[in-house]
């Protein structure tokens, strides 16, 4: 069976210190695998995916199979980041998402 | 056209009645999903479609839930005899599925509260 496992229900970090939101999964096959974000009071929102490599707002996130983990980083948080971040997982084109219950994430100033 | 939608965005309803709930999605999307979310906790998959055909449905769903696509654009997602633990919010998410992938477009949601 599949899960998104989030250790972290909060997180909290100053303005410019960097950020890591741990996110891992169990999936027995070749598992396809994104942040989402939800800022307060907007819809949720895709942030990256994994098979893109890309960095989206200044967030990265590496796919380590030997651990099974999909860390969301950030080198320099910034207020705006403030939002609840979650990790979901899915088999490539089959559909349903399984995601992890979240990790908000305060940007102090 | 502006994202996904979802009507209503908030329902109070009183145990044992009968809720439905509409989403219409991005044009041209041909996926439709819908998903659960309660309080502390993830979205969780209920079911969804490929164009018309429903495709998976969570084993997780009671019979009490039903959901139709029937011209492949807008969904309904229906609760039958409602019971407190269905107070939630309910998703949905449309996408278009192409060779590199896809990526799910979600809307607003609406809240249900079973009284």
């Known amino acids: 069976a599949q899960r998104v496992t989030q250790p972290e229900k909060l997180l909290s970090v100053f303005k410019g210190a960097p950020v890591e939101l741990k996110c891992n999964y169990s999936?027995?096959?070749?598992?396809?695998l994104f942040w989402y974000v939800q800022y307060s009071r907007q819809r949720l929102q895709l942030l990256l995916r994994h098979i893109s490599r890309e960095s989206i707002k200044g967030f990265t996130a590496d796919l380590n199979k030997g651990e099974t983990s999909f860390h969301l980083k950030k080198p320099f948080a910034q207020e705006e980041d403030s939002a609840m971040y979650y990790c979901?997982?899915?088999?490539?084109?089959?559909?349903?998402?399984?995601f992890g219950d979240g990790t908000t994430l305060t940007v102090k100033p | 056209d502006t994202g996904v939608s979802q009507n209503p965005r908030h329902k109070i309803t009183k145990r044992g009645q009968n809720v439905t709930f509409r989403c219409d999605p991005i044009?041209?999307?041909?996926?439709l999903y819908w998903y659960r979310q309660t309080l502390g906790q993830g979205p969780e998959f209920l079911t969804y479609?490929?164009?018309?055909?429903?495709?998976?449905k969570s084993r997780l769903l009671s019979d009490r839930f039903s959901a139709e696509r029937p011209k492949g654009s807008f969904s309904t997602l229906e609760i039958q005899r409602t019971e407190q633990g269905d107070s939630a919010m309910y998703l949905c998410?449309?996408?278009?599925?192409?060779?590199?992938?896809?990526?799910?477009?979600f809307g607003p949601g609406t809240r249900l509260l079973v009284l």
């Open positions: 979901a997982l899915s088999e490539t084109n089959a559909g349903k998402s399984t």
């Open positions: 479609f490929q164009n018309e055909a429903q495709l998976e």
């Open positions: 998410a449309s996408s278009l599925v192409v060779l590199t992938g896809e990526t799910q477009y």
């Open positions: 044009s041209e999307h041909n996926r």
């Open positions: 999936y027995s096959g070749s598992p396809e």
